[in-house]
């Protein structure tokens, strides 16, 4: 097919997400043909900075050659098959390495095929958990405001943007929400850097009051992505860790976005030196090749579900993709690539780069701020920076910024007013300087009116 006939036939038929449909008279969908490390290249042969590796799920670049070779020799062998009954290498193999290699002692591995199942399971999990072990009062989840863990309708029960879950409140489960960490707006006045969570407080009053309602708390540690990359230090989770003991609540970690080194560390929660009782992986697990999703557990919880069949205890949860091959020997691969190409130890002088472009991006009038954790960093623009008033969300100014960057050859996304970068881990210098060259540009055209 021809370039417009590609987006002809797409605008018959397909159905985008995360889009008003009616953008696209204005902003056809572009075409991609094919990946070459950081860029998508598009049937006209225009080339993108691919600057949200795909919407954070691209770890090693598109069209990776290890990747590559992983995924063939898998189909060769089989694409997939039942996983209920049968099990297979690479199932195992990554079962084992991500217990070794997440935090704590998650000894159990659940796999689904996407974050939002992953969440639902972990949701389910503990709900049942204490169904089974004598608290059939622990029923409730809290979250925090502008969370977000996904679009299945027990996965936006829990998310906080109302953005995405407004419409679809009255068909949603019964949570509890605490006020999450704001830091560019700190109602205390302080900082990130060297602050110790006063805000966690509101959280920790709801738990203690409810805590015999409450089965778990998720959240999104170190950064809530969706609500536009803020960054929250990590004391918070040791603070949250600690509550959630003393409350016999749960802890789940959402590291579906920020886990595979994001944020500069294997997994966020490492940061923080606590472990979480659940916690849930996709996005990066198979370097942004296909769909898989893991829920990680301890012992603990796994023994309260293990008995004979009668006792009628087994959790029952199941998708007929669970545990498909490719992906999982996808997984694999993505953890000997992290080992063998020391891609952590590259990350700092990257972060590096960032940093140097912070004080670029603040010496414009209207950006507030510049943040960063890890190879993440944040624009948010602001129509008042010495009262960090927003823009109208109806002026779409992050949107704009999108559009601009693109016309350049740089793939951005907006989040309300704030313009964020995730690139690949292993995006070259280069190709960073030129993203956030084109980022400055843009920003700077956006916010001159
Ligand atoms: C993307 C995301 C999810 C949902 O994952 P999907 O695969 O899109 O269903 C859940 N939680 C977080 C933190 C995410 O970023």
Known sequence: MEYQDIVRYDRQHVWHPCSQEKDYELQPPIPVERGEGVYLIDKAGRRYIDGVSSWWVNLFGHNHPRLNR????????????IFAGFTHEPAVELARRLSELTPGNL????????????VEVALKMSFQYWQQSGRPEKIRFVSLSDAYHGETVGALS????????????????????????????????????????????????LVRERRDQIAAVIIEPLIQCAAGMRIYPPIYLRKLRALCDD?????IA?????????????FANEQAGVAPDLLCLSKGITGGYLPLSVTLAGEEIYQAFYDDYQSLKAFLHSHSYTGNP???????????????????????ARMALLDRYAARFEALSQVGEFRRCGLVAAVEMVADRSRRTPYPWQQRRGYQ??????????????????????PPLTIPDTALEELLE????????????
């Open 326 to 348: 490719l992906a999982c020997a996808l997984a694999v691969e993505v953890l000997n690539i992290f080992k063998d190409e020391k891609i952590l130890e590259q990350l700092p």
């Open 438 to 449: 084109t980022a400055l540009q843009a920003v700077k055209e956006v916010t001159a009116c």
């Open 70 to 81: 992983a995924l063939k020799d898998q189909v060769d062998r089989i694409s997939h098959h």
């Open 158 to 205: 829990v998310g906080g943007c109302d953005l995405y879950r407004e419409v679809y409140r009255p068909m949603l489960l019964e949570t509890f929400q605490a006020r999450g960490p704001d830091c560019y707006r700190c109602p205390y006045g302080l900082h990130r850097d060297s602050c110790d969570a006063p805000c966690f407080e509101t959280l920790e009053q």
């Open 247 to 251: 409350c016999q609540v749960h802890y």
């Open 254 to 266: 959402d590291e579906i976005a920020v886990g595979f080194g994001r944020t500069g560390t294997l």
């Open 401 to 422: 910024v999108y559009k601009k960057a693109l016309q350049r050859g740089a793939l951005l996304r907006p989040l309300g007013n704030v313009v964020y970068f995730m």
């Open 107 to 118: 000894s159990r591995v659940f796999f689904a095929d996407n974050g939002s199942a992953a």
